[in-house]
């Protein structure tokens, strides 16, 4: 199978995954306090994180090959994580009013998302025998 097949259907399942886990998320949050608050993509940038992680120490040790590394990592993870996303919730905080919120925002993201990338190549290194 060619490495684009593999990109293309691992980024088709990471959107739908997306969009799937944000609007449970989303959807349990719709009143209250959290509800204006963008939890399901920091929750998702998190997890993404976490994944790249673990996708990326299971290549490194040889558990994993290149073409499903790419296919997890460029395909899946690359349409689950929302970067851009992130980036227009935050100036719709700010834009709202809400800057303890945004900021709040923000630092959950970078830190708890660069966490989950050390988590994840922590376990990772933990999984198969390879180099």
Known sequence: MPVWVGIAVGGALGALARYGLNL?????????????FPLGTLLINVLGSFLLGLITALSLRGVIGPQFRLALGTGFVGA??????????????????????????????????????LLGRWVGGHFGGGA
């Open 24 to 36: 449970l998320i989303q959807g349990r949050l719709s009143a209250g306090t959290w509800a204006a």
């Open 80 to 117: 689950f994580t929302t970067f851009s996303t992130f980036e227009l919730e935050t100036n719709e905080l700010l834009h709202g009013g809400r800057g303890t919120w945004a900021s709040l925002y923000i630092g959950g993201n970078l830190l708890a998302g660069y966490a989950a990338v």
